[in-house]
């Protein structure tokens, strides 16, 4: 970006692994806080994971700074006290309690700093299940969230970590909040986001259509669309695509384009609520239909009319997608063995721009020795650290 970025000026301490907590530091990191993630001597286990998991840390970690310390040094605790006078906001997602055994929870750390922000990102907020442990996929099961993806009877986990990311959101928002409300009283505080209440949001409107309609909201293969087409087909080049029809003005271009005249003529078919009521009808013919044209001549004739379309893709067809090669929509890392890896910018443009990197994939204690000098030590007392083993020998 050219212009300067909102947050710039703001330090943070962030004490996180997996998904919530990194996320929540990227996003603040790439609208310019300064991050300064805290992490074990070997690093952040989420930086070995494999599998499914192999993508977590290259995903959220960008444009932060590394520290890494023998959290269990009385040193290191102290040295993290001293850092926290010169914060604006510690964030965390350790279990519960983990910090405050090192002298380093929210109530220690408001009472030193009165004007920091301690922002928490938990499975549960306060109630019956604070101290349970939660994951995405427990939280979606418990939610709701995993009965609505799946068919009936076979819960399915959502393909993304939708309630951590959408979680560390919620805790960046949080934070937002309670720095507009430092402006005013000139004191921060504690705010904390959850997994559960995160899901249980997004199931807010299938809880809603329940009450509302009288009848149970059914998992998503086997709903009552609320629109006549809203499904995915194939076309004769055997490639899934989505197609909806979301409005009467929208039927009658699609049934002009398609050569479906007689169905526009069709004066049982003429509002939406009718044609709802009579997909048998017509939906054999759309599928019919579909499978004799080529996916793309489909998706040319859709977008030129205006309906909502999209070819079914997979991850791997994000890298060449060229919306997102348009310049600013991704932003390259580098990985420990020097590929470059393209991922999606933050969804947001700030005056027309959209942010960029500034610092690249830290590795582990990359910046020990810049972000001690930061808060005011010594160049012997930061080689002191290192022979006593609170920082990596090989500290940068």
Known sequence: MTTPLPLRGLRILEFSHMVMGPAAGMILADLGAAVTKIEPLDGDKTRRLTGSGAGFFAAYNRNKRSLALDLKRPEAAELLRRMVLRSDVVLENFRPGALDALGLGADALTTLNPRLIHCSLKGFLSGPYE???????????????????GEAGRPLRVGASV????????????????????????????????LFENNALL????????VISGVPARPMPERLSA?????VFKAQDDVPFFLGVVSDTQWGAFCGAFGLDDLLRD??????SARVAQRARFMPRLKALFATLFVADILATAERIGLPVARVNTPDDLFSDPHLRHPGASIDVHLPDGRVLPLPSLPIELDGQRVSLRHDLPAVGADDRAVLAEAG????????????????????
Request: a negative charge; aromatic letters at 4%.
């Open 377 to 396: 030590l010594a160049p012997e007392d930061i080689e002191a650290l290192q022979h006593a083993g609170v920082i990596r020998q090989d500290a940068g």
């Open 163 to 194: 309630n951590d990311v959408m979680g560390g959101m919620f805790g960046v928002i949080a934070i937002l909040a309670a720095l507009r409300e430092r402006e005013a009283t000139g004191r921060g505080g504690c705010v904390k986001a959850g």
């Open 267 to 272: 004066e049982t078919l003429a509002s939406n």
């Open 227 to 231: 629109w006549a087409v809203y499904d």
């Open 131 to 149: 101290n349970r442990t939660a994951l995405d996929e427990v939280v979606q099961m418990m939610g709701g969230l995993a009965y609505m993806t």
């Open 203 to 210: 199931m807010a409107q299938h809880m809603a259509q329940g």
